[in-house]
């Protein structure tokens, strides 16, 4: 029944990497030390990084970076997802060359590369001739990558961009007639966050059309849309959530969504045992950001620990029903989900 | 006080060579009529009309008029399954037939009955259709890169030989120009997504749908009262585009308009007389009406009834036709087929005719009360014996 629910191993250039698995976004800064603790030397299931593209490339950071790459600067045996920069390119209204930034992700030492899309956002329809454009700009720029990519070791995910399950499926189908990708990566999730349906709806049609080849959903990642991602058939997931800047102060709470620091009563005691909330007390993590990071991530890791023994144990929707069990948006989601894979709806 | 007896085992026809008892009980046929007796001449005028409209592309519109139970609604829904039958998939032509139970106070009320009688499944693939005919002149003309060959229809999409995006924004160019209603354009496009198609069923179907669901579909205004004649017409001329032609409309029950107040009635006509006149071509509107109702349209209201070029009345049925279409019922619940009326005789016949007075309805109901009657007997055959037991019918 949950057959598109499995542990699946990537072979990376690296080292091989087991899924689900999470890729902390590191957001470079300049020199490339950002405001990201170095979770990789604290989480040892976190040994993975997503890293963009355009910004490695317009940093002084490229320059510095010499042979060794990501793996010199930051860790050996990691697993370095380098997106493309299509998310910057809508930003900030830039044109990339799509074979120039395939060259950044060789040069630095990718493991996984995502083609160069065009983000769509979820107001966007078809009949916009700008959103039409978009989505064939992506399908164009991903078939460019794969014709021109020299490290054969360095895995190529086709980025998709769309907002029907038609059009994705039939952008899948395009793609696979002209190339062997070796894996696809949704992106445009992110303006969709709050729209379960529309999220089940899309990764479960790219599931069923790309086989069993990896599937990576773009800028979602968060402890509880993880384990429903994962039902619907992702494997990897990106995010800067657990980091996000500014007053909010987003701290994951363990097995239960997350919480804005402000809400959580004035304690000397946090409602986490993980490495940094047993050492740290209430008012040092609420006043430093890394360590609401990290924090968060090992809330990320705990939960794939566990989603991972509901798949070995073949427990997966028993654990979801558990898990979403308080959570009435979540549990109404699941059971949308679960009526999709049955293909009910 | 009797007690209520429901047996729930089922009745054992085979003693007449029967698996079941073929005549309806309600006197109804089912949706889907084969069995079809008694008005070779309302067929003659029906096939007429149909094949001037059907061969020459020029409106042609008819009457049909019949009292109750003379098999009005038979007829109508007679004609639908012999056109869907005659022209299917691989044929050139689709003529398009939807049938509208009753008028209602409105063309709006006409165009729902209409649209929904088509049903989603239909339009859905009629949507793909015309997007793959768009596909093929693109790849033509030169205007995409990848060859589609003529015929490879929707199948291009779904092997992702084409992209959509280089489609459909093309494909709503080109129908909002002819249709000169962009928001039926992009409802009727939308059906082709698995996604939308729920909602843009709705909007075409003419449901009222809040601003924040429109809008997602980029939809400005509901098609209300005053857009039904505009939808329909855009309908028309979409399935143009993809062959599906002409458009047939079956109304049936139209001596409801009697009931309405004459301002009401007074605009039904009138939307019906301006659809008539808009649509010269490729339009055939079969009008099932009681004939006292259309003789008094006739005199009062000729302005419409002038548009209606052909009248077909239907007549009660012969004895020779009764006995055909007994015939006809019972077979489709024999093994083999045959001429013979077991298990009714020649008497009861004659008896049913007479008590049926030709109203086909009739006559279906007093032949399955008849059949059951006698198995509760446990009698050999339907005799005049039967009818000591029914009472009144
Ligand atoms: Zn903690």
């Known amino acids: 029944m949950t057959s598109m629910t499995n542990i699946r191993i990537i072979d990376t250039a690296t080292r091989e990497l087991e899924t689900p698995a999470f890729f902390p976004v590191h957001n470079g800064g300049k020199g490339g030390e950002g405001n990201t603790p170095r979770y990789w030397e604290m989480i040892p299931d976190m040994n993975t990084m997503m890293i963009n593209a355009y910004s490695i490339y317009s940093s002084p950071l490229y320059e510095k970076m010499g042979e060794g790459g990501l793996h010199d600067k930051y860790s050996n045996n990691g697993v370095f997802f380098v997106d493309s920069g299509g998310f910057q390119q809508k930003n900030h209204d830039l044109t990339l060359d799509p074979i120039e930034m395939l060259r950044v992700q060789e040069n630095v030492g990718a493991d996984i590369a995502a083609t160069l899309d065009l983000p769509v956002f979820a107001k966007d329809c078809i009949y916009n001739q700008k959103y039409s454009d978009a989505v064939k700009i992506s399908v164009k720029n991903a078939l460019i990558a794969l014709d021109n990519r020299e490290r054969e070791d360095m895995l190529i ?150 989603l991972k023994m509901a798949i070995e144990e073949n427990e997966v929707e028993q654990y979801l029903e558990k898990r979403f069990m308080n959570s009435p948006a979540m549990y109404e989601a699941f059971r949308y989900a679960k009526a999709k894979k049955r293909g009910l709806v | ?134 596909s093929e002149e693109l790849s033509k003309n030169g205007k995409i890169e990848e060859d589609i060959e003529p015929g490879m229809g929707w199948r291009a999409v779904e092997r992702g030989k084409v992209l959509l995006s280089d489609i459909v924004p093309q494909a709503y160019v080109l129908l909002s120009e002819l ?33 924040s669901r429109r809008r997602e579909l980029h939809l ?52 019906l007389r301006h659809l008539i006149d808009v649509n010269p071509t490729g339009l055939s509107v079969i009008i099932a009406c009681a004939p006292e109702v259309w003789e008094t349209l006739v005199a009062e209201y000729h302005a419409f009834s002038d548009r209606i070029a052909k009248e077909a009345n239907l007549k009660p049925l012969d004895k020779h036709s009764v006995t055909y279409m007994v015939t006809e019922y019972l077979n489709t619940c024999r093994t083999a087929p045959s001429d013979s009326i077991e298990p009714f005789t020649e008497e009861s016949i ?25 198995l509760l007997h446990e009698m050999k055959c339907v005799d005049l014996g039967v009818f000591e037991g029914i009472d009144e019918i």
């Open chain 1, 157 to 306: 995910y086709a980025s998709l961009q769309g907002n029907d399950p038609i059009m994705m499926m039939n952008t899948i189908d395009y793609l696979k007639k002209r190339g062997n990708f070796d894996g696809f990566a949704i992106g445009g999730c992110i303006s969709k966050r709050s729209d379960y349906h529309a999220i089940i709806d899309i990764i479960h049609a790219v599931r069923k059309r790309i086989g069993d080849l990896p599937l990576h959903v773009f800028g979602l990642g968060g402890p509880t849309m993880i384990p429903l991602m994962v039902y619907m058939g992702a494997d990897t997931f990106d995010s800067s959530a657990f980091l996000k800047a500014g007053s909010k102060r987003l701290y994951y709470m363990p097995g239960n969504g997350s919480i804005e620091f402000s809400d959580i009563p004035e304690t000397t005691y946090l409602p986490c045992t993980c490495p940094i909330c047993s050492i740290h007390p209430y008012e040092e993590v609420r006043s430093e950001r890394k360590l609401i990071g990290m924090h968060n991530l090992w809330m990320i890791t705990h939960e794939i620990r566990k």
């Open chain 2, 1 to 134: 006080m009797n007690n209520l007896n429901i047996v729930t085992s089922k009745k054992d026809y085979t003693i007449f060579g029967l698996n079941a008892n073929p005549f309806p009980y309600s006197g109804i046929p089912e949706q889907v009529p084969d069995i079809y007796v008694g008005q070779q001449e309302v067929m003659d005028k029906v096939s007429n009309v149909l094949s001037s409209v059907i061969s020459t592309g020029q409106s042609n519109h008819l009457i049909l008029t019949g009292s109750y139970g003379n098999g009005k609604s038979h007829t109508l829904k007679y004609i639908q399954a012999q056109i869907r039958d005659q022209f299917c998939e691989n044929s050139v032509l689709k003529p398009v037939t939807g049938y509208v139970a009753q008028p209602g106070e409105s063309f709006w009320d006409i165009y729902r009955d209409f649209i929904y009688d088509l049903g989603s499944t239909y339009l859905r693939e009629c949507s793909r259709e015309y997007i793959a005919k768009v």
């Open chain 2, 179 to 211: 249709t000169k209603y962009p928001d039926f354009s992009r409802a009727f496009l939308n059906l082709a997504y698995e996604e939308n198609a729920y909602t843009s069923w709705e909007w075409l179907s003419g449901e009222a749908i809040e601003y």
């Open chain 2, 220 to 271: 400005t205004s509901n098609i209300t009262a005053n857009h039904a004649q505009r939808a329909f017409i855009a309908l028309k001329t979409t399935l143009e585009q993809i062959n599906h032609s002409p458009v047939i409309m079956l109304i049936d029950e139209f001596e409801f308009i009697e009931t309405l107040q004459a301002r009401t009635k007074q605009n039904m006509l009138n939307s």
């Open chain 2, 350 to 374: 004659q008896r049913i005719f007479i008590e049926g007075n030709g109203n086909a309805r009739r006559i279906i109901t007093i032949c399955g009360q008849a059949i059951d009657e006698a």
